[in-house]
């Protein structure tokens, strides 16, 4: 927030905040939302906004990661300790996430 002069912030957790979460955000300007709050602020929005919204967040390919270096989509690879998410742009760039169910 600093580094971008902004006043204030709103951060969202779907499981909820705890004391120390709560306390910080008091004393930094950030409104905490939780799920239940975010989605209850969803459905008070006419149906073709929440419409427009939900296309908005599912637009394009979000299965697949991006990734974190050079934020291009990653590539399924196989490696010698199972599956995992690479760069495209390998060997240029090594970047590479765990792919969930695949042991390490």
Do not use: Y
């Not at 008091?26 to 239940?36: F, M, Q, S, V, W």
């Not at 969803?42 to 939900?54: D, F, G, V």
């Not at 995992?84 to 765990?98: D, E, I, N, S, Y």
């Amino acid at each position: 927030m600093a580094h971008e002069r902004v006043d204030k912030a709103f951060f969202m957790e779907p499981n909820g905040f705890t004391d120390e979460a709560r306390a910080f955000a008091a004393d930094n300007r950030i409104t905490l939302l939780d799920g239940r709050r975010f989605l209850a602020m969803l459905e008070r929005l006419p149906e073709a906004l929440r419409r427009q919204l939900l296309d908005f967040a599912t637009e394009g390919d979000w299965t697949t990661p991006t990734c974190p270096s050079c934020g291009v989509k990653m590539a399924a690879r196989d490696g010698t300790h199972g599956r995992f998410w690479g760069c495209v742009r390998f060997p240029k760039c090594r970047a590479t996430l765990q792919m969930r169910g695949s042991t390490a």
